[in-house]
């Protein structure tokens, strides 16, 4: 079984910074890519950022140049900087990983989910 633990979430004013925090532990063989996800209410979960084994990114268009994904693969973590904060980016943020567990298809695993909340 594999867990996925995030941390970093709150309030922030717009204009402001966060960062978020997952950490993977479990038994697995590697991890894939890694990734954040938001879902803000009503609304449909979307990727926010992701991270390759080998460090590739990509970023959804409205966050580009303000967010920032990161990993460090002998931790197994990954960490998003969330700058130049705006309310639009209140959301639940989600950790999400792309997992090898076995000799079987890679798994998909998600945290339980950080609540960020930017006030204008």
């Known amino acids: 079984q594999v867990q996925l633990v995030e941390s970093g979430g709150g309030l922030v004013q717009a204009g402001g910074s966060l960062r978020l925090s997952c950490a993977a532990s479990?038994?697995?063989?590697?991890?894939?890519?890694m990734g954040w996800y938001r879902q803000a209410p009503g609304k449909q979960r979307e990727l926010v950022a992701a991270?390759?084994?080998?460090?590739?990114?990509n970023y959804t268009d409205s966050v580009k140049g303000r967010f920032t994904i990161s990993r460090d693969n002998t931790k197994n973590m990954v960490d998003l900087q969330m700058n130049s904060l705006k309310p639009e980016d209140t959301a639940v943020y989600y950790c999400?990983?792309?997992?090898?567990?076995?000799?079987?298809?890679?798994?998909?695993?998600w945290g339980q989910g950080t609540q960020v909340t930017v006030s204008s």
């Open positions: 999400n990983a792309n997992v090898v567990t076995g000799f079987r298809p890679p798994m998909d695993y």
């Open positions: 991270i390759s084994s080998g460090g590739s990114t």
């Open positions: 479990g038994i697995f063989f590697r991890i894939n890519s």
